[in-house]
């Protein structure tokens, strides 16, 4: 079975700071892909990035970017120049690759980010 | 950008009552999930569903719960007879296709079984 461990419940850092958040897996899939999610007071869960296993290419989207490491099982996200905004709970995820359908998301118990002003 | 949508955002119930949660998923999508995250904990699968049927369960998807896509536009959760663990964030989601295509999120629904 796979698994999603966040090791960091809580994190706070100053607005405009770069910040990391770290994510490991567990899965004996070789192809699959990982995610993350962010969920905002709002609570609604809203994607922030997206990595295909079989890319070496680590995933960015703008001010956010992943650093994947395949062999070692690892997925942290880099925040650069947080904002405010950026406070939120952030869920690590992993869904095993099933051709042509989607298998269900494994989230991870999720970080808090607090960004202080 | 298309949105999956879910009502209702909030609804307190007595244990024992059926609940159905109602969900919108974005129209061109194929793939449907329900997940749930009972409050300060992790978000968990419930059931992913697909051409009229359910491809998948959790446990925690026991006979109190099923699925439905009465009208080719929305799909419901329902749960028979409520208990207080139920009490949770209910989650809609929705993609386009499978092989990890991009899955999008309702905003929840808060169910507070009372």
């Known amino acids: 079975a796979q698994t999603v461990t966040q090791s960091q419940p809580e994190m706070s850092v100053q607005e405009a700071e770069t910040v990391t958040l770290s994510c490991t897996y567990d899965t004996s899939e070789n192809n699959y892909y990982l995610f993350w999610y962010k969920q905002p007071p709002s609570r609604q869960m809203i994607l922030v990035i997206r990595q295909e296993a079989y890319k070496q290419q680590n995933a960015t989207e703008n001010r956010f970017s992943v650093n994947f490491q395949k062999a070692a099982k690892s997925f942290s996200l880099k925040i650069s120049d947080s904002q405010l905004g950026d406070t939120a709970m952030y869920f690590c995820a992993f869904m095993k690759h099933v051709l042509k359908r989607d298998d269900k998301i494994i989230f991870g118990k999720g970080t808090r980010l607090h960004i202080l002003p | 950008e298309p949105e999956v949508t879910q009502t209702p955002s909030h609804q307190v119930t007595q244990m024992g009552q059926e609940v159905i949660l109602r969900c919108v998923p974005i129209s061109n999508h194929l793939y449907f999930y329900w997940y749930r995250q009972i409050l300060g904990q992790k978000v968990e699968f419930l059931v992913s569903?697909?051409?009229?049927?359910?491809?998948?369960k959790s446990e925690i998807f026991d006979d109190q719960f099923s699925v439905e896509r009465p009208d080719g536009s929305n799909f419901t959760l329902k749960i028979r007879s409520t208990k207080l663990e139920d009490s949770a964030m209910y989650f809609c989601?929705?993609?386009?296709?499978?092989?990890?295509?991009?899955?999008?999120f309702g905003e929840g629904s808060w169910l507070t079984v009372v």
């Open positions: 989601a929705s993609s386009q296709q499978g092989a990890g295509n991009t899955i999008y």
């Open positions: 569903f697909y051409n009229n049927e359910i491809s998948e």
